[in-house]
């Protein structure tokens, strides 16, 4: 098993950043991709970004791209996501996951643990 825990969450205002961090712990060995998806009020779980295990590939929407950054050091086994000029559709509980497969990286239903979530509220 992997335990999640998140943290960095926070209210900021639009235009604001907030850096994002996930710490994993237990079978580490096990996980190959790790995420972070978000989900607001009313809405689906919305895939944001994910990283392989080397950290070489990166993968993004187009909602985030070129304001999000995932990073992951797999000395700490931890993943962060720095999110620049946020806007106040990015206001979502953000879920770090974690995959053992390489495959199927903006599948939600494709990851095998979950942390608990963080809030992340922009103001106008």
């Known amino acids: 098993q992997v335990q999640l825990v998140e943290s960095g969450g926070g209210l900021v205002q639009a235009g604001g950043s907030l850096r994002l961090s996930c710490a994993a712990s237990?079978?580490?060995?096990?996980?190959?991709?790790m995420g972070w998806f978000r989900q607001a009020p009313g809405k689906e779980r919305e895939f944001v970004a994910a990283i392989s295990r080397s950290g070489i590939s990166t993968y993004y929407p187009d909602s985030v791209k070129d304001r999000f950054t995932i990073s992951r050091d797999n000395a700490k086994n931890s993943v962060y996501l720095q999110m620049n000029s946020l806007k106040v559709e990015d206001t979502a509980v953000y879920y770090c996951a974690a995959k053992k497969a390489a495959y199927g990286i903006t599948w939600s239903g494709g990851y095998d643990y979950w942390g608990q979530g963080t809030q992340v509220t922009v103001s106008s």
């Open positions: 237990g079978r580490t060995d096990s996980i190959n991709v």
